[in-house]
């Protein structure tokens, strides 16, 4: 069972448009949210995070919006460059410190 | 800034033999996790340690074990290699001291086991 969702395998976006990528959970016990990118043969490197107790998160071009009552996430890039093509993870987990449980991943491709 | 080392990079190994990861957490980092990845998977849960004691427990099989040492580097040893054990291992790495806490984890690039 697929605690967390990522529907769209690939997304592709035009060079200096927003790039919105979706994640949905049905673990409510999760109360940690976070955004991976990763490079083929390359470990996933941390993006961007957002706590249950707060509904937005913003760190230059990236901004994550958590929906607790519909138990969605989303992460927005803005505007997004070529070098932003890549997967991206949603992760979360129960309690902070513990085990994060990944969504399937989100190919996104940004075009000159 | 230092990150999360592995070694070795890539493994190839065959079917029944043994291997062992390792990893480096970043400096100050008191928690490791391992993770497996699959072709085309997400990267899937394995064992976890936080101050030289397993913190929490997933789906790893019964012939792999791992433990963290006292400079806090961790080892994952798996025996019995099966072809389906093929996939990147990744190790992360968090702070749980309160000066230096974080929820984020982050991860090293990987080790590509192949058994053949």
């Known amino acids: 069972d697929q605690q967390v969702k990522q529907n769209s395998p690939s997304l592709s976006v035009q060079e200096g448009r927003i790039s919105i990528l979706n994640c949905d959970y049905t673990?409510?016990?999760?109360?940690?949210f976070l955004w991976y990118k990763k490079y083929p043969a390359e470990g996933p490197t941390f993006l961007i995070s957002i706590s249950s107790i707060k509904d937005k998160n913003e760190d230059g071009r990236f901004t994550v919006f958590l929906n607790k009552s519909a138990k969605h996430l989303s992460l927005h890039i803005v505007p997004s460059q070529p070098g932003d093509s890549a997967v991206y993870f949603c992760a979360a987990s129960q309690g902070g410190s513990e085990k994060l449980v990944f969504g399937k991943g989100t190919k996104l491709t940004v075009n000159p | 800034a230092a990150g999360v080392i592995q070694s070795p990079r890539h493994l190839i190994k065959e079917k029944r033999e043994t291997a062992t990861l390792k990893c480096y957490p970043i400096?100050?980092?008191?928690?490791v996790y391992w993770y497996q990845q699959g072709p085309g998977q997400d990267p899937q849960f394995l064992i976890s340690f936080y101050e030289k004691m397993q913190s929490d427990k997933g789906s790893i099989p019964d012939r792999f074990s791992a433990q963290q040492f006292s400079d806090y580097h961790s080892e994952l040893n798996m025996s019995s290699l099966e072809l389906g054990d093929s996939a990147l291992y990744f190790c992360?790495?968090?702070?749980?001291?309160?000066?230096?806490?974080?929820?984020?984890?982050?991860f090293g690039p990987g080790t590509r086991l192949t058994v053949t």
């Open positions: 673990n409510s016990m999760f109360d940690y």
């Open positions: 992360a790495s968090s702070s749980r001291q309160r000066a230096t806490f974080s929820y984020e984890q982050y």
């Open positions: 400096p100050r980092h008191d928690t």
